[in-house]
């Protein structure tokens, strides 16, 4: 069982790392806030970092309410992660200088601009769907239908992070 779980959680690293970007999902009040972001993962450290903007909302409410969902979706390949975690915001100046690359400059001018701060991601739990593919699955799902059976379209798992 074991090791059932360390290959599932090395599909989850896998696929967040093919996928890239995750939505975002915080909590406003009695709310949900969703927002896509670029992803920095770190495997060692068991974390996911994101570069964020401390004029946005999103650090706010992360100080309220630090738990947090990612969603990962590939759908042209159907490939999925949804990760719960707890959210940090820092001014680490030398993590934000490490993870500004192409992406960022989307945003900022520098690394050196004031307002941007380190989110950082620590994972409790994630589940993935790793099916074949949308013409593969919805043949299979076709010939469920017709057999009357469940379709076997990929890999569907809960993982402990």
């Known amino acids: 069982m074991a090791n059932d779980n360390a290959r599932d959680v090395d599909r989850v690293w896998d696929l967040m790392k093919k996928i890239g970007f995750a939505m975002l999902v915080t909590r406003d009040g009695d709310k949900l806030r969703a927002r896509p972001m670029s992803a920095y993962l770190d495997r060692d450290a068991n974390t996911i970092f994101f570069l964020t903007d401390a004029r946005r909302h999103k650090d706010e409410e992360i100080a309220r309410n630090p738990s947090i969902n990612l969603s990962f979706a590939d759908a042209g390949s159907q490939k999925y992660v949804s990760l719960t ?3 940090a915001v820092s001014n680490d100046r ?10 960022a400059k989307a945003w900022w001018d520098s690394a050196e601009d ?3 701060r380190v989110l950082k991601i620590t994972p409790d739990d994630a589940e993935f769907w790793d099916s074949p593919g949308t013409v593969i699955s919805y043949v299979k799902m076709a010939a469920a239908a017709v057999t009357n059976t469940r379709p ?10």
Do not use: Y
């Open 94 to 103: 030398a993590k934000i200088k490490q993870l500004f690359t192409t992406p």
């Open 152 to 161: 076997d379209i990929g890999e569907n798992r809960k993982v402990s992070m």
């Open 114 to 116: 004031p307002n941007i």
């Open 85 to 87: 975690g707890t959210a």
